[in-house]
């Protein structure tokens, strides 16, 4: 192949492209919807942060600012962990919206994430918002398959391709020429709106979270970048295959709405249906009856930790709870608060194994749907996928689970036992001695990890997308 010829029939495509008033009209559409995604992205991603950090930070001086008391009072006493959203969060919104922000932590139990916009919010969200990757994802790719529609199916039919072909261009150059260019027009709104995310990134990152923001970015171009290589490819073989242009046209429309709509969101239902997940209510009544099978800490009589009481006395060789060398008290909340987490995460484990079921069944379709694999890729780098809410959710727990146990372990320590002379409360100061709740998010590699079938299902799409483009180049009829 001659790389001068397919430059020259790129450009050629971008000549007539931009002779055309759709495009133009397109451009300005884009440019505006451009604006209003960035504009509503950033104010919301910089208004909920600041809102977050400053009850984040109002949680945590209101901790330390209890007067002395018995630590077990504080266990219950508890704080708050809130999620904050990631810079790229204003690029892909995901599931932002729809999954808590907000989980007060407390001894014993372990709090839902709660407070999403969409339960604040009216129906019209499920609809979704605008924002920058949903441009990318959706809009643009209709705009390729319109720009390409008629690259070689318009050109049979008009008979230029024979000329073309007569001339002594060859069946490659021309199918490879005409797939660059409208490459090229797809990077056009590619690069517009990444601009926009890098000028975020750069403003809002800090030197602690720069080099993993610029990682994740990086990665979100590239696979966008792959994305409407296969996108260009696709049409370039449809418009090939098709005898007319308007055949060519509504085959893409279809294409569109099954890759977009029809796909993604039977996919959804099939999933639910394939593996359904109990309610609140039955989650926390199975719960609840296994806790109370394997035993009540609150509860003296209870035949679990009556055995566990009559061990520790052996071990100590004393007869009575009030002369072991610790408050007995405090022993048992702490056994009990490791039996209650350890039941928890269990069925937490199980539920979890549900939605992955439901999930996996949508994240192997990226084989057969690539806007599945670039959807997954996009949320998961910008911090908003499920996975990245499960982090969230098991960074809270631990931090919630690290203060009761510290709170249980403050009053085996420093409380004396019934009938032992000594203080019932404790210092102030051990409260400003524990730390905030900080969350860090996933880590890039991880990510990478977490969503390995979502990049070999891109790969793989872009393998098949040359190989397809090479074999119809050999078979292209010019009738």
């Known amino acids: 192949m001659r790389k001068k010829v397919i430059f020259l029939l790129a450009g050629q495509l971008w000549k007539d492209a931009f002779r055309s008033k759709v495009l133009l009209v397109a451009l300005g559409l884009m440019g505006f919807l451009l604006l209003f995604s960035a504009f509503s992205g950033w104010e919301n991603y910089h208004d909920l942060n600041h809102t977050r950090d400053a009850i984040q930070n109002e949680a945590q001086e209101s901790w330390e600012n209890n007067p002395d008391k018995h630590p077990h009072r504080m266990a219950h006493y508890g704080s708050f962990a809130l999620r904050l959203k990631h810079v790229l ?3 892909d919104l995901g599931m932002e919206n729809f999954v808590g922000n907000a989980i007060f932590l407390e001894a014993h139990k372990q709090n839902t994430v709660n407070f999403s916009e969409a339960s604040m919010s009216t129906g019209l969200l499920r609809f979704g918002e605008v924002s920058l990757a949903m441009l990318l994802k959706v809009i643009v790719p209709l705009l390729i398959f319109y720009l390409g529609f008629a690259t ?3 050109e049979r039919e008009n008979g230029t391709l024979k000329l073309l072909i007569g001339q002594g261009i060859s069946r490659r150059e021309i199918v490879f020429g ?15 709106v990444f ?3 890098f000028s975020f990134v750069l403003l809002e990152s800090n030197e602690g979270t720069f080099g993993d923001s610029i990682s994740r970015f990086m990665v979100l171009f590239i696979s966008y970048v792959l994305f409407f290589a296969i996108l260009s490819a696709i049409t370039i073989l449809v418009s090939a295959f098709s005898k007319t242009a308007k055949g060519a046209l509504v085959k893409l429309l279809g294409i569109w ?9 039977s996919l959804q239902a099939l999933g639910y249906y394939l593996f359904p997940t109990p309610s609140k209510i039955e989650m926390e009544t199975a719960v609840e009856h296994d806790l109370i099978q394997q035993g009540d800490s609150h509860n003296p009589d209870d035949p679990h930790f009556k055995a566990l009481k009559d061990s520790v006395l052996q071990v100590h060789k004393v007869a009575n709870v009030d002369d072991l060398p610790f408050n007995y008290s405090g022993f048992i909340m702490a056994q009990g608060e490791k039996l209650s987490t350890e039941i928890y995460k269990d069925h937490q484990a199980r539920l979890f194994q549900v939605y992955q079921k439901q999930n996996d069944l949508e994240r192997y379709s990226a084989f057969v749907n690539p806007y599945t694999a670039i959807k997954n890729l996009s949320m998961a780098f910008s911090g908003t996928d499920f996975r990245s809410f499960l982090h969230f959710k098991a960074e809270a727990e631990a931090y919630r689970y690290h203060l009761a146990q510290e709170m249980n372990q403050l ?9 032992k002379a000594g203080p019932n409360v404790i210092s102030n100061s051990y409260w400003k001695e524990f730390p905030p709740f900080e969350y860090r998010f996933l880590t890039v590699s991880k990510v990478f990890q977490n969503e390995l079938i979502s990049i070999l299902a891109l790969l793989l799409w872009g393998i098949l997308g040359v190989f397809g483009l090479t074999k119809i180049a050999t078979n292209l009829k010019a009738l």
């Open 89 to 91: 969060s204003v690029f």
């Open 152 to 154: 070689i199916a318009r």
């Open 178 to 192: 005409k797939w660059l260019g409208l490459w090229g027009l797809s990077l056009i709104f590619l690069l517009s």
């Open 195 to 197: 601009l926009v995310v």
């Open 257 to 265: 709405l099954l890759f977009t709509i029809i796909l993604p969101k």
């Open 411 to 419: 009053q085996m320590d420093l409380i004396p036992n019934k009938g």
